[in-house]
């Protein structure tokens, strides 16, 4: 429907909703074949920068950091560190949440 409607302004969400769905494929151990979820959510960041899109970018971003965890502290902190308004909103407060998670986490690593 994008390619046909050049409509793209959820792309962004389709390829996180996608990696979420890969992800949940694969814990339930189901044989279908979709790129990796890190594959999507690395492409739904790269589709939400190109249009400038933050909320979707977030979003991308703290799916990405649930999957992988360590390592995404400073993308994280970067994408949540734009937002000045908005910070009581449900994506904002769980993204606060990875964030203290993740330092949390490398507190005590180190």
């Known amino acids: 429907m994008m390619s046909k409607s050049q409509e793209r302004m959820f792309e962004s969400d389709f390829w996180r909703v996608r990696g979420e769905l890969a992800l949940a494929a694969e814990r339930a151990a189901l044989p279908i074949e979709i790129p990796s979820a890190a594959d999507c959510f690395h492409r739904a960041i790269g589709v939400a920068r ?14 990405l950091a649930r999957l992988v965890g360590g390592g995404t502290f400073a993308l994280l902190s970067e994408i949540y560190g734009w937002f000045t ?9 769980e993204a606060r949440d990875l964030l203290e998670k993740s330092l949390a986490s490398e507190t005590k690593e180190t």
Do not use: I, N, P
């Open 85 to 93: 308004e908005g910070l009581d909103t449900r994506d904002l407060r």
């Open 50 to 63: 190109a249009q400038g899109a933050k909320f979707w970018e977030l979003r991308a971003v703290m799916s």
